[in-house]
């Protein structure tokens, strides 16, 4: 069975630095992975979704990379702000090969981000 | 644009009680699915639809019952409200479930049984 695990639970990073956030999973047979934010109150964004046969993924100031073979995932944040404050999600969804879609998607259970102006 | 619009937002339940979630959406999309968020759990699936009059189980439906009448609606049931279904709900929907399709997520509804 598929898990998805992120370290740290929570993050507090002074204003402008750039900050890491971290994803492992554990079957590395994976048809993509999608970063999500999630407000306080809120449902979730998708920020980022990168394939099996990517490398990485950029929108604006995020980056995404995969590292299938080693079962990792990172979500880059340049020049942080404080409205990056948030609890930042990865999903992993199953290879294609037997048509698995988002319905076989495994969550993590989130970073908390707190940029500190 | 509304997106994926949940109602209600906030519900006290009473065990035992039922109720109706209803989730809405306007991109046209097939698929739909309800998650439930617990605290360190991740979300966790409960059931999805692929297309109008469609729906299956997911990771934890005991419980729940579901139904898409139509295509931009997909209903949560609970019909005996336990102590153990208090938690946030959410839906989310789909274009594709085969392509690289990302989800598009509601607001959640905050239920809590007493």
């Known amino acids: 069975k598929q898990e998805v695990t992120q370290i740290p639970a929570a993050l507090s990073v002074p204003e402008g630095e750039n900050l890491v956030l971290n994803c492992s999973f554990t079957d590395s047979a994976i048809y993509n992975l999608q970063w999500f934010r999630q407000d306080p109150g809120k449902g979730l964004t998708s920020l980022l979704l990168?394939?099996?046969?990517?490398r990485e993924q950029t929108s604006g100031r995020l980056n995404a990379s995969l590292d299938k073979s080693s079962g990792r995932s990172t979500l880059y944040i340049a020049a942080s702000q404080p409205g990056d404050s948030a609890t930042y999600l990865c999903?992993?969804?199953?290879?294609?090969?037997?048509?698995?879609?988002?319905?076989?998607?495994?969550f993590g259970t989130g970073t908390r981000l707190t940029i500190i102006p | 644009n509304a997106g994926v619009t949940q109602t209600p937002k906030f519900r006290v339940l009473k065990t035992g009680q039922s109720m109706t979630l209803l989730c809405a959406q306007d991109m046209n999309h097939e698929y739909m699915y309800w998650y439930r968020q617990d605290p360190g759990m991740g979300l966790r699936l409960i059931h999805y639809?692929?297309?109008?009059?469609?729906?299956a189980k997911g990771e934890v439906p005991d419980g729940y019952n579901v139904s898409r009448l139509k295509k931009q609606n997909f209903l949560l049931g609970l019909e005996s409200a336990a102590p153990s279904q208090t938690s946030v709900y959410f839906c989310?929907?789909?274009?594709?479930?085969?392509?690289?399709?990302?989800?598009?997520f509601g607001n959640g509804t905050r239920l809590t049984v007493t």
């Open positions: 999903a992993v969804r199953p290879s294609n090969r037997s048509n698995f879609g988002n319905e076989k998607l495994t």
């Open positions: 990168i394939q099996s046969s990517q």
């Open positions: 989310a929907s789909s274009y594709s479930s085969r392509q690289a399709s990302p989800l598009h």
């Open positions: 639809s692929v297309g109008e009059g469609t729906t």
